[in-house]
């Protein structure tokens, strides 16, 4: 069973401007969630979606969006990019909603110049 | 609000020895606390969970412990091995149906040969 992909694997963009993250889940897993590690900073929750709906967010601003299609693939959007916002993007799934053990792709790692 | 700490950032042990990773958390409403394992590049893996009703989890050479009235979990590695030697990430997650995962800042943990 292939694992959870992510593209691209690596993003170089410049502060203003906008990026889109995607992630395909490993298949027939129908949560998908989005964390933002940076160094010293773990991971931080950005949101979680099922079922096309999200069902919990994090503390981040309202740049960062995403979304998931019927086949659970999902992307993240951040808008209006800031330096700070360079981090490796990680995302995970799990079989449903309430299932406490995610497993991750390898990330995009994000650098904003 | 680093509802979950992880005050070492990094430990070095010996091969054979134990290795015990710390994790500390402040809100009482966890329900469940798992251990990822990072290797650079790659995305976290699960590695062991154990459920707020329990205060011992073991799966071969991994253990975890939880002190509930300390709000304190560890990880223990019994006999440390090389391959041991990557980030460990401890996660706290609440909730029913949707549900939020804290993880903690990492530990980088090196295995001496």
């Known amino acids: 069973k292939a694992g959870v992909t992510q593209t691209p694997r690596y993003l170089i963009k410049t502060r203003g401007q906008q990026v889109t993250l995607s992630c395909s889940p490993i298949?027939?897993?129908?949560?998908v969630s989005w964390y933002q590690q940076t160094p010293g900073q773990g991971l931080q929750f950005l949101f979680e979606y099922f079922s096309e709906t999200q069902r919990n967010k994090g503390n981040f601003p309202g740049r960062f969006s995403g979304r998931q299609f019927s086949n659970s693939r999902s992307e993240m959007n951040v808008s209006t990019l800031e330096l700070g916002d360079s981090a490796l993007y990680l995302c995970?799934?799990?079989?449903?909603?309430?299932?406490?053990?995610?497993?991750f792709g390898a990330g995009t790692r994000l650098s904003v110049l | 609000d680093q509802q979950v700490k992880q005050n070492s950032p990094s430990l070095s042990v010996q091969e054979g020895r134990i290795s015990i990773l710390n994790c500390d958390y402040t809100n009482s409403m966890f329900d469940y606390f798992l251990w990822y394992k990072k290797y650079p590049a790659e995305g976290p893996t699960f590695l062991i969970s154990i459920s707020s009703i329990k205060d011992k989890n073991e799966d071969g050479r991994f253990t975890v412990f939880l002190n509930k009235s300390a709000k304190h979990l560890s990880l223990h590695i019994v006999p440390s091995q090389p391959g041991d030697s990557a980030v460990y990430f401890c996660a706290a997650s609440w909730g029913t149906g949707g549900f939020k995962t804290i993880f903690g800042a990492g530990t980088r943990l090196f295995v001496k040969a």
């Open positions: 995970a799934s799990s079989p449903r909603q309430g299932q406490h053990i995610q497993y």
């Open positions: 298949s027939g897993h129908r949560s």
